[in-house]
Antibody, heavy 116, light 114 residues
């Protein structure tokens, strides 16, 4: 069974950094891209970027370029997303999802709250 | 960058009636070498991650009821729900995966019962 299990909710102060994990199972890690998607409260889906765990190639959305890092650990089949210089606008649920075309399996989401 | 727009923003449909959602892309997402449209549709219910319904514009994901169908090509696409059920109340998003630099989503269409 394919599963993407994300780490738990986080609370950070403005200016801080958050790192979220997405552990996958049930398929060959290197066969699928892993994407990260942001969803602010009551808002739509915003694609942040992806990683190809097969070769560690990353692509970031222009909006998040320079403020996000996505990395993969092939020893644990886990992908990490690190978001820097947090502001209140980064308060959102963050999802990981896998694809080799459309994104077919998604993690359960991780709520990040940015508040002083 | 490819921009997706959806219409309407919100849709009220009676149970058992048809719901039609449109998605327009700022540029073609049709890839002629493989004759495929790089367009997907997702359903999202409150508190849940999005669920893939349709990919390649018209291929239904395994387990998705056949009342959901996708059509269109190039820049104009449609998601149709025939005979709307209570459990179909959700927000529906289109997404393009043609551009390998940015996998953009549409703004979403909220479907509710009239």
């Amino acid at each position: 069974e394919v599963q993407l299990v994300q780490s738990g909710a986080e609370v950070r102060q403005p200016g801080a950094t958050v790192k979220i994990s997405c552990k996958v199972s049930g398929y060959t890690f290197s066969d699928y891209y892993i994407h990260w998607v942001q969803q602010a409260p009551g808002k739509g889906l915003e694609w942040m970027g992806l990683i190809d765990p097969g070769d560690d190639e990353t692509i970031y959305a222009e909006k998040f370029q320079g403020r996000v890092t996505i990395a993969a650990d092939t020893s644990t089949d886990t992908v990490y997303m690190e978001l820097y210089s947090l502001t209140s606008e980064d308060t959102a649920v963050y999802y990981c999802a896998r694809s080799n075309s459309a994104t077919d399996y998604w993690g359960q989401g991780t709520l990040v709250t940015v508040s002083s | 960058d490819i921009v997706l727009t959806q219409s309407p923003d919100s849709l009220a449909v009676s149970l058992g009636e048809r719901a039609t959602i449109n998605c327009k892309s700022s540029q073609s997402v049709f890839h002629s070498p493989n004759n495929k449209n790089y367009l997907a549709w997702y359903q999202q219910k409150p508190g849940q991650p999005p669920k893939l319904l349709i990919y390649w514009a018209s291929t239904r994901e395994s387990g998705v009821p056949d009342r959901f169908s996708g059509s269109g090509s190039g820049t104009d696409f449609t998601l149709t729900i025939t005979s709307l059920q209570t459990e179909d109340v959700a927000v529906y998003y289109c997404q393009q995966y043609f551009s390998t630099r940015e996998f953009t989503f549409g703004p979403g269409t909220k479907v509710h019962i009239k």
